[in-house]
């Protein structure tokens, strides 16, 4: 019983010292260099034994389904600054695009294996490749410069 209670007893002492224990160690590595951004992108070659799957072209889709397919594929595309960009960019411009434009806005955002490479391209991070140098991808940047300044906190609504 009396060890029982010693246990329980070092275990609550222990659980009072980490948070003073963490205290001290942030208070002495105030210096904050090392979460500072780089002032330059590192980015990696993939790794050639890694094969991109082709994404399947659809030359029968109607526009209108095609249309409904990218406004999803523009909001689910798993990094949140993409979502962001590409949803509110869809928003205001997908009505207006013929087919062609449709095309070409579904080749950039379905034909790159790597949704940073878009988001790089689209902030003039890293200079677009000439396949992907498009009007699309034009109106795209100008949508990134937001000279509106509209919050971009959340996706439009459906």
């Known amino acids: 019983m009396l060890r029982q209670f010693i246990t329980q007893v070092s275990t609550v002492g222990r659980r009072l010292q980490l948070p003073m224990m963490a205290q001290s160690r942030l208070a002495s590595n105030l210096d904050k260099t090392e979460y500072t951004t780089p002032g330059e992108i590192v980015d990696y070659d993939d790794p050639p034994h890694l094969p991109v799957p082709e994404y399947p072209v659809r030359p029968d889709e109607p526009l209108e389904t095609r249309k409904q397919r990218l406004l999803y594929q523009s909001r689910k595309r798993g990094m949140l600054e993409n979502d962001l960009l590409l949803s509110t960019f869809?928003?205001?411009?997908?009505?207006?695009?013929?087919?062609?434009?449709?095309?070409?806005?579904?080749?950039?955002?379905?034909?790159?294996?790597?949704?940073?490479?878009?988001?790089?391209?689209?902030?003039?991070?890293?200079?677009?490749?000439?396949?992907?140098?498009?009007?699309?991808?034009?109106?795209?940047?100008?949508?990134v410069k937001n000279h509106e300044k509209v919050q971009r906190i959340r996706q439009p609504d459906l």
């Open 90 to 143: 869809v928003a205001k411009h997908l009505k207006d695009f013929n087919a062609e434009q449709t095309a070409e806005y579904d080749q950039l955002i379905n034909g790159v294996s790597n949704d940073w490479d878009i988001f790089y391209w689209a902030t003039d991070t890293k200079p677009t490749p000439p396949k992907f140098d498009t009007e699309i991808m034009r109106l795209l940047k100008e949508h």
